[in-house]
């Protein structure tokens, strides 16, 4: 009888979600997520109205004891966006791909609402 090794492909629903919030033109918002269990470990990207967007400083970290020998894990990702204008309101979401698969899983959608008025200058 021979050793085997079995590759599992899996990616399991999101722990944490990013939260909606409200910000004032040209403010920062930050949204955070953390990926389930994945293996191989995810990849991760942010959609913008549906759309991937690469707008902001995106950062991902993985976390947490590294099972099968690192061949599986979890993720922290955040989206910060800084001197938000009113294009950057709308609904996101992290999504992650399992790189094996190609099974994708979605996080709950977080709505960025953006307030004040951008045209109004406080120096006069």
Not at 22 to 33: A, I, P, Y
Not at 53 to 68: I, K, L, M, N, Y
Not at 73 to 101: F, I, W
Request: glycine share 6%.
């Amino acid at each position: 009888m021979s050793d085997a090794n079995c590759n599992v492909a899996d990616t399991r629903e999101f722990q944490t979600s990013p939260a909606s919030q409200s910000v004032f033109f040209n403010d920062t918002v930050r949204l955070d997520c953390v990926t389930g269990y994945s293996a191989p470990p995810a990849v991760i990207h942010w959609l913008h109205d549906d759309n991937k967007t690469t707008a902001g400083h995106q950062t991902v970290a993985e976390f947490g004891s590294r099972r099968d020998g690192g061949a599986s894990g979890q993720l922290s990702a955040s989206l910060t966006l800084e001197t938000v204008t009113l294009e950057d309101r709308g609904l996101y979401e992290c999504v992650a791909v399992n790189p094996m698969s190609a099974e994708v899983v979605h996080s709950l959608r977080a709505y960025v609402n953006v307030t004040g008025n951008p045209y109004h200058d406080l120096s006069l």
